[in-house]
């Protein structure tokens, strides 16, 4: 069973470009959510979604979004970077979201802005 | 609002000895699962064991165990035979499981442990 698959793997932008990442489930998992992690903030949770909704988001500026396909395939956007947003963006799936399904982690992207 | 704490930045231990990472965490919610997950020098995220509130009983997964004292809120990790695979940098996590926390992990801000031979 392929596992949690994210692209790119890495990337470079420069400030003030904008960047999609994309993110493909684990088949049958119909929960994604992203994660921002960096050295300074550790790891923080951007949003969740399921059945193509978000559900839940986390403390994060407007110029982050996301959205989900119907096949659960999932893209999260950052507009307008800045070079706070380098970090490496881990995504997750679960079969329904709830914590008693766990998440399964990709290998992530790693964003830098220059 | 959810909090979990790592108080140990770092931690060794040495081959084939036992070592225990400490985790505390807050929370207003009754329903929660806690978590600790491994993430190696590859960067990818690995489960290592889960804990269900409600279960007094601790959880084990092969040499992984954890110390989970509910009115503490302590959650524990213990390695025992440790091995040099098990060199990574080590996440305490809490989910809530009601309301309207889907999918949102709260991670603590690791532990880095290092296995010397």
């Known amino acids: 069973k392929a596992g949690v698959t994210q692209t790119p793997r890495y990337l470079i932008k420069t400030r003030g470009q904008q960047v999609t990442l994309s993110c493909s489930p684990i088949?049958?998992?119909?929960?994604v959510s992203w994660y921002q992690q960096t050295p300074g903030q550790g790891l923080q949770f951007l949003f969740e979604?399921?059945?193509?909704?978000?559900?839940n988001k986390g403390n994060f500026p407007g110029r982050f979004s996301g959205r989900q396909f119907s096949n659960s395939r999932s893209e999260m956007n950052v507009s307008t970077l800045e070079l706070g947003d380098s970090a490496l963006y881990l995504c997750?799936?679960?079969?329904?979201?709830?914590?008693?399904?766990?998440?399964?982690f990709g290998a992530g992207s790693r964003l830098t802005v220059l | 609002a959810q909090t979990v704490t790592q108080s140990q930045p770092e931690m060794s231990v040495q081959e084939a000895e036992t070592v225990t990472l400490s985790c505390t965490y807050d929370?207003?919610?009754?329903?929660?699962?806690l978590f600790w997950y491994k993430q190696p020098p590859s960067r990818q995220m690995i489960l290592v064991i889960r804990?269900?509130?409600?279960?007094?009983q601790n959880a084990t997964e092969n040499r992984f165990s954890v110390n989970f004292q509910k009115a503490a809120k302590s959650f524990s990790l213990k390695i025992s035979d440790s091995q040099l695979g098990d060199a990574a940098m080590y996440f305490c996590?809490?989910?809530?499981?009601?309301?309207?926390?889907?999918?949102?992990?709260?991670f603590g801000q690791g532990t880095i442990l290092t296995v010397h031979p």
């Open positions: 929370t207003s919610e009754s329903d929660y699962y």
């Open positions: 996590a809490a989910f809530n499981a009601g309301g309207t926390s889907y999918g949102k992990l709260t």
């Open positions: 997750a799936s679960s079969l329904a979201g709830s914590g008693a399904n766990v998440l399964t």
């Open positions: 804990q269900e509130a409600y279960k007094q």
């Open positions: 979604y399921f059945s193509e909704t978000q559900r």
């Open positions: 088949s049958g998992h119909r929960s």
